[in-house]
């Protein structure tokens, strides 16, 4: 009876797929527990969340979100059979550390799948997809964040989920994609307020499809209810903005305007009701003052804390964090955790995004890259004007931001960078040209290589 159903075996691609995410899922969550402390912030965003457990009242620097997510890991995490050898109480409670990291582990294992959904989503090609995988896998500041109980792993989640949903609704036209889309990239901006980095990269580009649409005078001949139809047969081919149109202003204003609003006034309630001062209207927005006010005093200066560091130093990683040191006296081991990038990675990615950015500037294309036009089904041009505004919208704001700033606030720019380079090895990779595919493989053995330096937890 077992020969008549057919075995089922993936193809090379979906094994590749699910190699890189058990692969981040090991280095993750390979020793989680090894320092049985709080190491860097996990003073505050674990303390926060075991303070709703205890009915503690507390003022959060952000909003609750990533809060809410470590209690709820905290509660599930009590079931977890764990070494006697990893339970403190620095919490206010008896707790192990596996229980406020566990969820953040499996959320950054996730990071690498999302950021490849997207680009396969803009590009159609496989090729894109693995490479871009591959790349976000041997990141170390990705992995060092996941490794422990902090907020920014959840922000870029929450973003990137939000950008694939709305992607894949302007492939495929169903509502519910979009309207999830619009909660999940509300639900960034409810971890860290720059989170809405990635709702206003979503907005500028509906806005240059509508505002290229209305001047071509697109709307009077017709072609917007033609991309609206949005029929199987060459969808794929289809322009990339002209995708945009199939999201009407009335759509556009009610799930990414309306709903990402209610959402985020919605997550706070559990906070603002455990917190009794601030159980009102009146209370939202005071609480919302009050956290703009706090950002507003944190200065910027090596005197308040030894690592901050200016935006323009991220695109070299001038000034990675040491988020823990600690030296043991079996043997005069000293174990340290490092938030770095992949050296190699982060210093081509910066390139990469800078050359991209140079063919928007001035609109010109090498040869090899008016090859790489024609194999990717949506053009290029459409697929690095994503890119790049939702790198530019990442990072630009920092740079009028006066408070002490760190290396991990370009996590979300860093990410996109990642898939600038990712695009420019599949083109290399694809030449017919020995010398552009030795380069592309020189690239990703470097990268490989300098894996083991970025994420120092060991």
Request: proline share 5%.
């Amino acid at each position: 009876m077992l020969n008549q159903f057919p075995k089922l075996r993936p193809t090379p691609y979906q094994a590749s797929i699910v190699a890189v995410f058990v692969f981040s899922l090991v280095i993750r969550f390979w020793n989680l527990g090894q320092f049985n402390e709080f190491v860097f912030d996990e003073v505050y965003y674990a303390k926060f969340a075991s303070d709703y457990w205890l009915g503690n009242d507390f003022f959060p620097s952000h909003p609750p979100l990533s809060h809410y997510l470590i209690a709820l890991a905290m509660g599930l995490g009590q079931f977890f059979p764990v070494d006697p050898e990893q339970v403190n109480d620095l919490t206010g409670a008896v707790r192990s550390t596996w229980s406020y990291r566990w969820l953040n582990a499996l959320t950054g294992a996730t990071i690498p799948l999302l950021l490849g959904a997207i680009a396969y989503l803009l590009t159609q090609r496989r090729l894109v997809t693995l490479l871009t995988m591959g790349l976000v896998a041997l990141d170390g500041l990705f992995l060092v964040e996941s490794r422990y109980a902090l907020n920014n792993i959840y922000l870029i989640f929450f973003g990137l989920l939000g950008q694939a949903l709305v992607l894949w609704h302007l492939r495929h036209g169903k509502l519910w994609q979009l309207i999830l889309g619009g909660i999940s990239l509300a639900c960034a901006g409810s971890v860290k307020w720059n989170g809405f980095a990635f709702l206003l990269g979503i907005y500028l580009l509906w806005a240059i499809a509508w505002f290229r649409a209305v001047l071509s005078q697109d709307w009077a001949r017709g072609k917007v209810n033609s991309v609206t139809s949005l029929g199987r047969h060459g969808q794929n081919h289809q322009d990339f903005l002209s995708r945009w149109l199939i999201i009407s202003p009335f759509k556009f204003a009610l799930w990414l305007v309306l709903a990402p609003a209610i959402t985020y006034s919605v997550i706070w309630i559990p906070h603002l009701l455990m917190n009794g001062e601030y159980a009102s209207l009146e209370g939202f927005w005071r609480i919302q003052r009050e956290t703009w006010q706090y950002h507003r005093r944190v200065g910027n200066s090596p005197d308040i804390h030894p690592y901050c560091s200016p935006w323009y130093s991220w695109l070299v990683m001038a000034r990675p964090i040491a988020y823990f040191y600690q030296k043991s006296g079996k043997f005069g081991l000293i174990y340290d955790v490092h938030a770095m990038a992949n050296p190699i990675l982060l210093w081509f990615s910066t390139g990469a995004m800078g050359l991209l950015l140079g063919t928007i500037a001035w609109q010109k294309i090498s040869q090899f890259f008016s090859r790489g036009i024609n194999q990717i089904n949506a053009p290029l041009r459409g697929v690095t004007l994503y890119v790049a505004i939702n790198y530019a919208v990442n990072l630009l704001p920092w740079l009028g931001i006066s408070r002490c700033t760190f290396f991990y606030h370009y996590l979300p720019a860093y990410g996109f960078s990642i898939l600038a380079l990712a695009l420019i090895l599949a083109t290399l990779l694809d030449s017919p040209k020995l010398s552009y595919r030795i380069i592309a493989w020189t690239v990703l053995t470097l990268v490989a290589i300098a894996s083991g330096i970025g994420p120092q937890f060991f």
